[in-house]
């Protein structure tokens, strides 16, 4: 992270329709295309998401931009996004309702490019509500963050317990392999992750070792192992998958 903006994808997670009975929170958006709205500096990953993650403390909102499309986020990125021309008005974002992450836990969604047909939010406790949208996508193939915080609560049951996630919504969900970094393997997280000993997801140190090690090399080196572009390097298609996404209006950019 350095001075100057950073520019994000914003992932459209298109909730899915049984949420609109099934959770309190979302009840007055039930008709309206609603999206948990998640920033991400990796578009080319998208094939391995396995759940979205959201903060159980976070103040969140429900934002109608000018599109009529609803997204979930923080304030904060909703008023960014206001002065990104998103909105109907600058600088007033237009909030629907609000709702703390806890509500969230165990919506479903179709995320875009997602290998995975149905994810679910679930909680992590390591986000901050004054970065992106306070909504992340989780990749565990190559985020060591993700791949930790998943791994606690596959093997944490009183984790589980502690945020009413239900086993359904974790168990079945695994690492799914998209790039390849020689050296790293199939899966750069998780290797790395074991090659540091990583304990949890609250380890800082040797997660900002892990990410460093993983981000960068991802990118050089890495080549992709699924989709339309298997067999070539990130570093030639993550520009163009980032490109394609915005033009099919599964993401959009977002400075911050
Ligand atoms: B990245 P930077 Cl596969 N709190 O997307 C915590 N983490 C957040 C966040 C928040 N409010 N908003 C975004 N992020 C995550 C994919 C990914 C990411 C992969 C590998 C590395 C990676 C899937 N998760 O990021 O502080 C998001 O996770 C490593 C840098 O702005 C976003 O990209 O540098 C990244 O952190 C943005 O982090």
Known sequence: EGVGPQEYLLIK??????????????????GKEVFLAAATLRPETMYGQTNCWILPEGEYGAYE???????VMAERAALNLSYQEQFEEE?????????????????????????????????????SMTKGTGVVTSVPS??????????????????????????????????????????????SAPAVCEELKIKSQNDRQK?????????????????????EYKGKPVKEV?????????????GLIYSE
């Open 13 to 30: 997670m298109h909730v899915l329709e049984e949420n609109f009975e099934t959770l309190e929170c979302l009840k007055p958006l039930k």
């Open 65 to 71: 931009l000018k599109s009529k499309e609803v997204f």
């Open 91 to 127: 600088g007033k974002p237009k909030l629907l309702c609000t709702m703390k992450g806890s509500e969230l836990m165990g919506c479903s969604v179709k995320a875009p490019n997602a290998v995975l047909e149905k994810i679910y939010v679930l909680p992590m406790l390591t986000i």
């Open 142 to 187: 190559d985020s060591p963050d993700d791949f930790m915080a998943l791994s606690d609560l596959k093997s944490k049951e009183a984790l589980r317990a502690k945020f009413n996630v239900k086993d359904e919504w974790v168990v079945p969900f695994e690492v799914i392999p998209i790039i390849n970094i020689p050296g790293y393997g199939d899966a």
């Open 207 to 227: 997660l900002d070792e892990a990410k460093h090690r993983t981000y960068l090399k991802g990118f050089t080196d890495g080549v992709m192992i699924v989709g």
């Open 238 to 250: 993550k520009p163009i998958i980032k490109q394609e996404m915005v033009e099919a209006n599964t």
